[in-house]
């Protein structure tokens, strides 16, 4: 018999992705390279696609660290999971409006929960289809989970391209570079420049430096915000979706549960009495651990800053109602 070490943890991870399209596939990917789970189990309702990127994937396990490659058109394959990432939506058709599309999704994730919840009873949820904040709000409804067990992926991308535009215009390193975007993952989206800082020194107290730009005047920055908001649109015109970035993002929010990390990323969850806002699915800094969202950052912020979180509130809390309607 062998001995275990104290200290050592031999239980391994499972990980269920839903839907094995470009986003589902590419987190799969992605948590593969980084190891972050034992398990990788992919479900869709296309039998042969879910078989061949499973095959993909695994003919490339020789070249990561070792995990299982499952998959199946059954939703039994995420059974006991640790941690599921919702990932399948309603395609957009044309001509079909954007709360056409939410309805569409939210019907489908209405559907879908229950039975997830059904084969992974004690997982972690995190919900990567949009529009994520009204598809988080729908699917704790119908799944009666808790909004610290089931999020949304909400503005972590968002963020990090913030983070890398920021980084462009002082020309330094994105990773010394801090800073959110709350609110809806959307149009009517929030940077929190107040709060920003590029490696110590307050963002809007930036005054340059020999290799990048001068400080972030009100021009900068609201040219640096529209293409946070547009560079989603940009990506899709050229190559059809996002994928890699939104995949690096989920798999870091996965790692932080995972690993009871206490991580702060801004993911989307039921607020509750946040600055005075609730029973609406929004992006704050939260701190993630093993039980999901443990705990929201009230960072301070600026009065501009506030009403334009309240206005994204009170825009998603106006498509909820439509859709329940």
Not at 12 to 40: D, N, P, Q
Not at 125 to 131: G, S
Not at 177 to 205: C, F, K, N, Q
Request: with cysteine.
């Amino acid at each position: 018999m062998s001995e275990v070490r104290p200290g050592v943890d031999r239980r391994t991870t499972k990980l269920a992705i839903v839907g094995a399209g470009s986003v589902g596939a590419t987190i799969a990917y992605a948590a593969l390279m980084r190891g972050v789970a034992r398990t990788v189990a992919l479900f869709d309702i296309n039998r042969a696609k879910v078989e061949a990127e499973v095959l993909d994937l695994g003919h490339g396990i020789q070249f990561m660290p070792m995990a299982q490659v499952i998959g199946s058109d059954d939703l039994a394959v995420c059974a006991d999971a640790d941690i599921v990432v919702v990932t399948a939506g309603a395609k957009q058709k044309p001509g079909q409006t954007r709360l056409d599309l939410a309805e569409a999704t939210v019907g489908l994730v209405t559907t879908l929960m229950p039975r997830l919840v059904e084969v992974a009873p004690d997982a972690v949820y995190i919900m990567v289809t949009n529009p994520v904040d009204i598809v988080t709000d729908a699917a704790i409804r119908v799944s009666g989970l808790d909004g610290g067990r089931l999020f949304g992926s909400g503005t972590v991308l968002d963020s990090s391209r913030l983070r890398w535009l920021i980084a462009q215009h002082c020309n330094v390193a994105v990773q010394n570079v801090h800073a959110y975007i709350a609110g809806e993952h959307g149009d009517s989206e929030i940077p929190l420049w107040s709060s920003a800082s590029v490696g110590g020194v307050p963002l809007l107290e930036w005054r340059g430096n020999k290799t990048g730009n001068g400080p972030f005047d009100e021009a900068v920055r609201a040219r640096i915000a529209q293409e946070v908001v547009g560079s989603a649109y940009r990506i899709i015109e050229g190559k059809g979706a996002t994928n890699y970035a939104v995949a690096q993002a989920a798999t870091r929010i996965i790692e932080a549960v995972l690993k009871d990390e206490k991580r702060v990323l801004p993911v989307s969850s039921r607020l509750s009495d946040f600055y005075g806002i609730s029973d609406v699915c929004l992006s704050v800094p939260s701190v993630l651990g093993r039980g999901g969202v443990e705990a929201r950052l009230e960072v301070p912020m600026a009065e501009d800053e506030l009403a334009g979180l309240r206005r994204s509130a009170a825009a998603l809390r106006e498509v909820s109602l439509q859709l329940s309607r």
